[in-house]
């Protein structure tokens, strides 16, 4: 059966039974969205302190290939796993995006049977934040073009706008536009351009924001763009925050829906890894480290982005201290950054995985740089060899890392059983107990941080950075932004900024083409290689195979 006819099979329990049954929380805490989804309020627990025990564990992955590897599902089978096996545990996922859901990637609530549901109303419009997330941003965008309109009293230079417009679909149409044509009545003519949702510094500020007032004080430090005397102008001098906080109120509270076998699960934000920070929301995470022993949460795609972001950017801001991780792997994957073509990852080649075994070996070294014990999940696909799996499992043996097979895909919680109990042991055993530390330190310099992440994550021999880049990075340091940590955005396939650039490529320079100050959300991007904020549909599209019937039944959502 397809993801979408296995969801709908599923008999799910109501969503205040569940909340009250696995978490405690009375249903007057809770504000459904229908019958299987609510939103709880974090201030309605504020009295009830913290779970001092509880215990955080971050799902990661290998750089993926474009088969896909399964992370989300792993983290879903691995949340799973634990409650079967007896544990408290929930799991903090991403919102799925309408980008990626009508694109190339999918959608991102799990998959077989391990997912959350209701998968399809998760994948599309779930509880309306995302639709919040694009008009905050956006009613900033005409906050400031009729600002322009009736007489710019601050002075604003249009030519140095930055603020774009967003909207959570791809549209390469949408990257550079020119907005205000058709005559004075319609405003000021100027350059614009769109970003993808997800990629958009309001969502950032979303997911990094603690509580409903730290969001308001976060997007009135938005910058943007700059006066005719060169200055910042920030969107609390367009007095903006407190009509776009008002548009983000009910969405900032985190969204609770289940698994297939009614695990907690709690999905809310969804910054991409390749071009945000990649995690769910803050409030979210601190919520469900209230409420239960162990979280399971993800960041996306491979360990060089999502995790590399998760620790530097969202642990360091949040006071968030991460127990164990899980690196999730494939044969498939290997085999890929091996050198096999994408038609024959479904042949036997050992060989090959062994060459692409050296892509999965420098994650694990990277994540021991934060000072984080790590286990191996191999995620099971039908077209693996034994062969294949006995070899992966003595090249971990070989480097001392322990590895489970899992098979959550096909046979949900039970096939994540040994890899709940090889979290437990880990999370259990005092000889690899975590140390966690971010890689750099906060004062160190925007230029040096940038170096940091790129030889000590990436393996790149430099940085290139463009003279017009190292001009604005040295100008950032003489100001605060120098203790914000940074953020590179490029390929998730490649450890460089050229996809085509597979397994643990090392002799390569980082270009960064570009930087932007996300003064609200406290970080610094940095644009790397070709990749783009505003993502392009393929030749053939997911949204080709997405249909609803003459009953309403919808099919193809994967």
């Known amino acids: 059966m397809s993801d979408i006819e296995i969801a709908k099979k599923a008999k799910l329990e109501p969503i205040g039974d569940l909340a009250e049954r696995t978490l405690g929380i009375k249903k007057d805490q809770l504000i459904p969205y229908g019958h299987f989804k609510a939103k709880i309020d974090p201030s309605s627990f504020a009295e009830s302190g913290s779970n001092t025990n509880s215990k955080l564990v971050l799902v990661t992955a290998i750089s993926p290939s474009p088969a896909g590897e399964g992370k989300t599902t792993t983290t879903i089978g691995l949340g799973d796993?634990?409650?079967?096996?007896?544990?408290?545990a929930t799991i903090c996922l991403r919102e799925p995006s309408l980008g990626p859901s009508f694109g190339m990637k999918g959608g991102a609530a799990g998959g077989g049977y391990s997912q959350v549901v209701p998968m399809d109303e998760i994948n599309l419009h779930f509880t309306g934040d995302f639709h919040a997330i694009t008009s905050a941003n956006n009613l900033l965008a005409a906050i400031i073009d009729n600002h322009l309109h009736w007489g710019n009293k601050l002075n604003i230079?249009?030519?140095?706008?930055?603020?774009?417009?967003?909207?959570?679909?791809?549209?390469?149409?949408?990257?550079?536009?020119?907005?205000?044509?058709?005559?004075?009545?319609?405003?000021?003519?100027?350059?614009?351009?769109?970003?993808?949702?997800?990629?958009?510094?309001?969502?950032?500020?979303?997911c990094l924001a603690t509580d409903l007032n730290d969001l308001k004080r976060r997007l009135g430090q938005i910058v943007v763009g700059k006066n005719q005397s060169g200055e910042d102008v920030l969107a609390s001098e367009l007095i903006a925050e407190g009509s776009m906080t008002a548009l983000l109120k009910d969405a900032i509270m985190p969204n609770l829906v289940q698994t297939l076998e009614k695990t907690p699960a709690f999905v809310h934000g969804g910054p991409f890894a390749n071009i945000a920070h990649g995690c769910n929301s803050v409030s979210a995470t601190r919520l469900a480290l209230n409420l239960s022993d162990i979280v399971i949460t993800e960041a996306g795609f491979g360990a060089d982005l999502g995790a590399e972001k998760f620790f530097n950017?969202?642990?360091?801001?949040?006071?968030?201290?991460?127990?164990?991780?899980?690196?999730?792997?494939?044969?498939?994957?290997?085999?890929?950054?091996?050198g096999v073509k994408r038609s024959e990852l479904n042949h036997e080649n050992l060989k090959a995985m062994e060459r692409g075994f050296a892509n999965l070996e420098r994650h694990l070294e990277n994540i021991a740089k934060f000072g984080v014990p790590c286990v191996v999940a191999l995620n099971a696909f039908s077209a693996d060899t034994k062969a294949e799996t006995d070899r992966f499992i003595e090249l971990c043996q070989g480097i001392g890392i322990k590895s489970v097979l899992a098979t959550h895909w096909a046979d949900g919680a039970k096939g994540a059983e040994d890899l709940a109990h090889a979290v437990v042991e880990l999370l259990d055993s005092q000889d690899s107990a975590s140390s966690f530390k971010t890689l750099y330190p906060d004062d160190m310099s925007?230029?040096?941080?940038?170096?940091?992440?790129?030889?000590?994550?990436?393996?790149?021999?430099?940085?290139?950075?463009?003279?017009?880049?190292?001009?604005r990075l040295k100008a950032l340091d003489e100001t605060d932004v120098r203790n914000f940590p940074v953020c590179i955005a490029k390929t998730?396939?490649?450890?460089?900024?050229?996809?085509?650039?597979?397994g643990a490529v090392s002799v390569f320079t980082l270009p960064i083409r570009e930087v932007r100050v996300a003064n609200g959300a406290e970080f610094v991007v940095a644009l790397s290689g070709e990749i783009m904020t505003m993502p392009g549909l393929p030749r053939v599209p997911a949204s080709e195979r997405i249909n609803v019937d003459e009953s309403g039944e919808l099919s193809g959502l994967s």
């Open 492 to 502: 998730p396939y490649s450890f460089s900024a050229d996809q085509k650039m597979r």
């Open 313 to 338: 950017i969202k642990c360091r801001k949040s006071k968030l201290n991460p127990d164990a991780s899980v690196i999730v792997a494939t044969i498939r994957a290997l085999k890929y950054h091996g």
């Open 157 to 206: 230079d249009p030519r140095k706008v930055t603020w774009r417009r967003a909207i959570d679909l791809n549209d390469r149409s949408l990257r550079e536009i020119v907005s205000g044509l058709g005559g004075h009545a319609n405003g000021l003519t100027r350059e614009a351009g769109f970003d993808i949702t997800v990629a958009s510094e309001v969502m950032a500020i979303f």
């Open 81 to 88: 796993g634990l409650r079967r096996i007896g544990k408290n």
């Open 446 to 471: 925007l230029v040096d941080k940038l170096r940091t992440v790129a030889k000590e994550i990436y393996r790149a021999d430099d940085v290139d950075f463009s003279p017009a880049v190292l001009k």
